[in-house]
């Protein structure tokens, strides 16, 4: 298994542009969650899913961010206007119980 | 908000000596994790243990869990340069949802 596949794995935008983050799972991973990396804040929980299903978004800082999970095997969040303060590594990860993640490498996100 | 919290936020020791991190949590929980971070890369799980166990090995990780004073230890024996990373506990609020403490930085000087 390839394990769980982030792209892009670095991003580069200027400020108020839209930004689309990939996501693939490992497949017959029922749970896929989304977290964000800063120095300032750590690791915080964004969103995470249950057999595709948004199980709790609190995590998710404003309107301007977005997920969604069409089917078992993709995920997608999604900035939109993006800002410079969003930038940060995100992480995705899979589990088959809700315990034991396995994380992608995450995709470094840079707005200027 | 973060369940767990690290300590010591840095740690620094020579190659072959024995690395201890703690970690304290604020409410009940069902299980613990700890996970690893090099850097640049994703978090790797490491070990869980369950809040009815004591203490728990895998290989040279030892995991011990005190409930009652809501902390956690992660031993790791005769280190090595390659255990150079961050380690970050990991608890359950709730169900499949993990909040993470801000972690440990684990030096090993050769």
């Known amino acids: 298994d390839a394990g769980v596949i982030q792209s892009p794995r670095h991003e580069v935008t200027e400020m108020g542009q839209e930004v689309t983050l990939r996501c693939k799972p490992i497949s017959g991973h029922d749970y896929l969650f989304w977290y964000r990396q800063t120095m300032m804040r750590g690791l915080e929980l964004l969103i995470y899913?249950?057999?595709?299903?948004?199980?709790?978004d609190s995590g998710m800082p404003e309107d301007r961010f977005s997920a969604k999970m069409p089917n078992a095997s993709f995920s997608t969040l999604k900035i939109q206007p993006s800002e410079p303060r969003d930038s940060a590594v995100y992480f995705c990860?899979?589990?088959?119980?809700?315990?034991?993640?396995?994380f992608g490498s995450g995709t470094r996100l840079t707005v200027v | 908000s973060q369940q767990g919290e690290e300590d010591p936020q840095a740690l620094s020791i020579q190659e072959g000596e024995n690395a201890t991190m703690n970690c304290s949590y604020k409410t009940s929980i069902n299980n613990l994790q700890w996970y690893r971070q090099n850097s640049g890369r994703g978090l790797v799980h490491l070990i869980l243990?369950?809040?009815?166990?004591r203490e728990k090995h895998s290989g040279r990780l030892r995991v011990t869990l005190d409930t009652s004073k809501k902390s956690s230890s992660l031993l790791i024996t005769a280190s090595r340069a390659a255990d150079t990373a961050s380690y970050f506990c990991?608890?359950?609020?709730?169900?499949?949802?993990?909040?993470f403490g801000s972690g440990t930085r684990l030096s090993i000087r050769p």
């Open positions: 990991a608890t359950d609020s709730s169900a499949s949802k993990i909040i």
């Open positions: 243990i369950r809040s009815n166990e």
């Open positions: 899913f249950n057999n595709n299903v948004p199980i709790d």
């Open positions: 990860a899979s589990s088959p119980t809700g315990f034991g993640y396995t």
